[in-house]
Nanobody, 116 residues
Framework: VQLQAYGGGSVQPGGSLRLSCAISGIVLGELYMTWYRQAPGKQRELVAGITRGLNTNYADSVKGRFTISRDDAKNTVYLQMNSLKPEDTAVYYC???????????WGQGTLVTVSS
């Protein structure tokens, strides 16, 4: 099983980015998917999650600005990030957890830098 996160980059405050997490080796429909981020000197934190039934949850700090979605046909999960702030600067990781299992799979991370 492999998760490949991509789409990070450098943007100015107020800008947008869309992260993607491409999954191989397992069917996306078998996974509960989440995005995490880790800023320099800080612990990794949960950003957003999406269930197989498309229920979503978000960290308070990103509610109303970020949207998580999934395309099971493409085996890909997305994180649309709007109104980006400098404090959103972090390495973003996707994580997949098989439903009913304690196993987890992590992507390699993609760097998002928000700076003027």
């Amino acid at each position: 099983v492999q998760l490949q996160a991509y789409g990070g980059g450098s943007v100015q405050p107020g800008g947008s980015l869309r992260l993607s997490c491409a999954i191989s080796g397992i069917v996306l429909g078998e996974l509960y998917m989440t995005w995490y981020r880790q800023a320099p000197g800080k612990q990794r934190e949960l950003v957003a999650g999406i269930t197989r039934g498309l229920n979503t949850n978000y960290a308070d700090s990103v509610k109303g600005r970020f949207t998580i979605s999934r395309d099971d046909a493409k085996n890909t999960v997305y994180l649309q990030m709007n109104s980006l702030k400098p404090e959103d600067t972090a390495v973003y990781y996707c994580r997949g957890q098989p439903i009913g299992s304690t196993s987890q799979y992590w992507g390699q991370g993609t760097l998002v830098t928000v700076s003027s």
